[in-house]
Every structure is written in C-alpha cells, then in structure tokens.
C-alpha cells in the first residue's frame, strides 16, 4: 500500500493540475466538480487503507535498513521529513473535505459562477498547493525511509 500511494500521488497532482484547468480556462465546472469528487474519494480510501496497513504492519521496520533513520530518536532525516510531510498532509485533508463539501452544498446543480466562487477559488487553491507539498514531502519522506541504502 506504501507503494501504491506513491504512485498514486504522481497521478493525483496532474489529475488535479488538469482539473484546475477545466474550471479556470475550459470554463467546465461539471467536469471540475466531478474529477475533484473523484479524486476526494480516491484519496480518502487510498489514505485510509494506507493509514490502517502502516498501524498494522509498522513503518519503522520496513525503514530500519534506512542509512537515514535511525531506531532510538525522532532527530534523523526520516522523522524530520515525516514531521514535515505530516505538517502539509493533515491540514490538507481538512481542507480538501471541506471545499468539496462547500463546493457541493453552496454552488447550483449543475455548477456555474455563484456568489461561494471567491471564497471557493482561495480555499481551492490553498487546497492544491497544500496537496501539492503533501506530495512532494511524501516522495521525499518516502524515499529516505523506503529507497535510500
């Protein structure tokens, strides 16, 4: 699972790329709306499935070989870049639930510019950039923990 979420993210940041091109240039809120409620609900199984294997299996074993971590203390490069990885994905999650749910419950069905659009678009892109350094910050906790000997 550790894996998949990887890869995952390096099709989720494009997916949300484009998405954020069809509402802002192609003028397609409907497609807008249902690529961010599809890639929200792939992101909060992938999250939990993931969260639910790493408390079940345990991260740090599979990280010991790691010349970066190291057992008995929080003051390596792993658990720094897993504080800082962390400091982007929490936030990004609140965030990300409660646009859409702002989105679903504030603009018509079928979405067009409404009176939330402002307040929409500032969380949105407070969101993507979020989701984006919750990427990155993850590639990179995942390869010092996972792919560096």
Not at 18 to 45: D, E, M, P
Not at 76 to 105: C, E, K, M, N, Q
Not at 123 to 138: D, N, Q, S, V, Y
Request: glycine share 4%.
């Amino acid at each position: 699972m550790l894996d998949f979420v990887f890869v995952a993210m390096f099709a989720v940041v494009p997916a949300m790329g484009l998405s954020i091109y069809l509402v802002r240039y192609a003028k397609n809120y409907l497609w807008h709306k249902r690529l961010q409620i599809g890639l929200g609900c792939l992101l909060l199984v992938a999250v939990a499935a993931f969260e639910i294997e790493m408390r079940l299996t345990g991260w740090r074993e599979r990280a010991a070989p790691s010349p970066y971590y190291q057992t008995s203390a929080w003051n390596d490069p792993v658990h720094y870049s897993l504080a800082i990885h962390l400091f982007f994905a929490i936030p990004t999650a609140i965030l990300w639930i409660l646009v859409i749910v702002r989105g679903l419950r504030n603009f018509p069905s079928p979405p067009a510019p409404h009176a939330h659009s402002r307040s929409h678009r500032l969380w949105g892109r407070l969101a993507a950039f979020e989701m984006l350094m919750t990427a990155i910050t993850g590639w990179i906790f995942y390869w010092l923990a996972f792919v560096a000997t």
